[in-house]
């Protein structure tokens, strides 16, 4: 399941007027404020996944063969991984020029997205 892409249950979110009216995703719009206001990242994700990995000791189970152990493995080195990607990700944002778009539940405020 974790090597396949998790879609959050928010992507469906939708106020009928965001993609219609900017053209823009409201769920990938308001991730980016999310993530610029550092109110729930990809780094946070990232520790999450580590301190149940280390809670639920992933790495030290000895009793796990053939796919369960591979699976294992991917946990073990996923937190790490997302990081690494996460960096490079936020060196390509700063990079870019910043965008802002108005959502309608803050009256059309603008809003910066990253």
């Given at each position: 399941m974790m090597r396949k892409q998790i879609?959050?249950?928010a992507h469906l979110m939708d106020d009928g007027e965001h993609t219609a009216?900017?053209?823009r995703n409201l769920f990938v719009d308001f991730s980016s404020?999310?993530?610029k206001t550092?109110?729930?990242t990809a780094m946070d994700y990232a520790d999450i996944m580590e301190h149940l990995n280390k809670k639920w000791r992933v790495a030290e189970r000895d009793d796990?063969?053939?796919e369960a152990c591979e699976?294992?493995?991917y946990l073990v080195k996923l937190p790490d991984r997302i990081r690494k990607l996460t960096e490079r990700a936020n060196a390509?944002?700063?990079k870019s020029k910043g965008q802002s778009t108005?959502?309608?539940w803050v009256f059309d405020r603008e809003v910066t997205l990253v």
């Open positions: 879609v959050m249950p009216v900017k053209g404020v999310a993530e550092s109110t729930y796990l063969t053939g699976a294992a493995d390509r944002k700063q108005p959502f309608s």
